[in-house]
């Protein structure tokens, strides 16, 4: 072999060796985002996009660019399984997601198997709390909602309620409602009545709104998608009720909601980690950005899901040995979130200010003091 083809061959080795450490590090996304219920997960996905553009807009992470690979779960249990399987073999260094419970729990048992952290910046349900496993989220387990919001309730003067769930998503529902209750009858309030439905049934909410005889409670619950909640908030005040409803995060995740529903969301009351009213100044950079690219103001399911990935991407800047990734989350005390720092346990979960929120005049308002 000539001198000059062995000298021209050993380049080309370290050539395609030095490109082969730039290809782009992936960032897997699961989520909701198609049928009736995806606008959870479609603001959670648009929101992890942004992350994502605006990290390769400064250069990337130690100079290799970021990949989002996006897979939809549906809101299916074993299509959130066979999806996470997917984003496995994608070779993705920690997934974003899903946002619904029940996804989370079905994914978790491909990502414990792989060792690939990930980050729900929506899934609330107490089955996944107080385990030393791969999974982290930026939103409290319904333990300190559902309690947080019973308090609001009996503070704001609702001392008999009525009470409409969906037994389809238990992890959330079933899961908050429990404790509320246990913590509102403590607090001296009563449950007049309990309604249930499944959503992937045809329902007759008017027949429901019904059974809650809701002349017998001076405020209504209602633990649904936030699909189903405008329609049984529409039944209630068809039924000439203006009793306050109280509903859980998902029942207020529709990015367009207040138009939509219109004057039945008039006395929504509801606690989030979050708030659109801020005027924290991270907070008001990522609204500014994140509605110029995609024509709509972000929810609280995007701000959340911004701040999950932030977590990941953080924690690699900090380290980039994906293999170290849990390590490396644990290891970091604080994690600054677009509305305050985001303090995660040693399993994962965080203990954030909680506002008690209210729509009134077409307009959220906060009724809890901002947090310290």
């Known amino acids: 072999m000539k001198r000059g083809t062995l000298v021209s061959m050993i380049i080309m080795t370290l050539l395609s060796t030095?490109?082969?450490?730039?290809?782009?590090?992936?960032?897997?996304?699961?989520?909701?985002?198609?049928?009736?219920?995806?606008?959870?997960?479609?603001?959670?996905r648009d929101a992890a996009m942004l992350a994502v553009e605006q990290l390769n807009g400064q250069g990337g992470l130690n100079g290799r660019k970021l990949e989002l690979v996006v897979r939809d779960d549906t809101l299916?249990?074993?299509?959130?399984?066979?999806?996470?399987?997917?984003?496995?073999?994608?070779?993705?260094a920690a997934i974003v997601g899903p946002v619904a419970s029940s996804m989370s729990k079905a994914a978790l048992p491909v990502v414990e198997k792989a060792r690939i952290v990930m980050v729900s910046p929506t899934s609330s349900s107490n089955e996944l709390s107080g385990k030393d496993d791969y999974?982290?989220?930026?939103?409290?387990?319904?333990?300190?909602?559902?309690?947080?919001?019973?308090?609001?309730?009996?503070?704001?003067?609702?001392?008999?309620?009525?009470?409409?769930?969906?037994?389809?998503?238990?992890?959330?529902?079933?899961?908050?409602?429990?404790?509320?209750?246990?913590?509102?009858?403590?607090?001296?309030?009563?449950?007049?009545?309990?309604?249930?439905?499944?959503?992937?049934?045809?329902?007759?909410?008017?027949?429901?709104?019904?059974?809650?005889?809701?002349?017998?409670?001076?405020g209504i619950m209602m633990l649904a998608n936030s699909v189903d909640s405008i329609v049984i908030a529409q039944q209630i005040r068809k039924e000439g009720s203006n009793v306050p409803i109280l509903s859980g995060a998902c029942g207020i995740a529709q990015r367009d909601l207040l138009q939509l529903a219109g004057?039945?969301?008039?006395?929504?009351?509801?606690?989030?980690?979050v708030n659109s009213q801020s005027t924290v100044p991270a907070y008001i950079a990522f609204k500014d950005a994140f509605t110029k690219r995609y024509n709509y103001p972000p929810t609280f399911t995007a701000v959340l899901a911004y701040d999950a990935t932030q977590v990941v991407l953080t924690s690699l800047k900090k380290n980039a040995d994906i293999q170290a990734l849990r390590q490396t989350i644990k290891?970091?005390?604080?994690?600054?979130?677009?509305?305050?720092?985001?303090?995660?346990?040693?399993?994962?979960?965080?203990?954030?200010?909680?506002?008690?929120?209210?729509?009134?005049?077409?307009?959220?308002?906060?009724?809890?003091a901002p947090p310290p």
Do not use: W
């Open 76 to 92: 299916d249990p074993k299509v959130a399984a066979q999806k996470a399987e997917e984003l496995v073999k994608e070779g993705v």
């Open 135 to 218: 999974f982290f989220r930026v939103m409290e387990p319904n333990s300190k909602f559902a309690g947080h919001l019973a308090e609001s309730a009996l503070k704001l003067g609702v001392k008999r309620l009525a009470v409409i769930y969906d037994t389809n998503n238990r992890p959330y529902t079933v899961d908050i409602f429990q404790v509320f209750r246990e913590a509102f009858i403590k607090g001296g309030g009563t449950v007049t009545n309990e309604v249930t439905f499944d959503s992937t049934q045809k329902n007759s909410f008017q027949s429901l709104v019904k059974q809650l005889d809701i002349n017998k409670a001076d």
């Open 331 to 368: 290891s970091i005390p604080k994690f600054d979130g677009l509305q305050g720092p985001i303090i995660l346990d040693a399993f994962g979960d965080p203990n954030r200010h909680l506002f008690v929120l209210r729509y009134r005049d077409g307009l959220e308002e906060v009724l809890n």
């Open 18 to 44: 030095g490109c082969s450490d730039k290809k782009p590090i992936k960032i897997g996304y699961l989520g909701s985002i198609t049928g009736k219920h995806s606008d959870l997960g479609v603001a959670a």
């Open 263 to 273: 004057k039945s969301s008039e006395g929504f009351i509801f606690t989030l980690p």
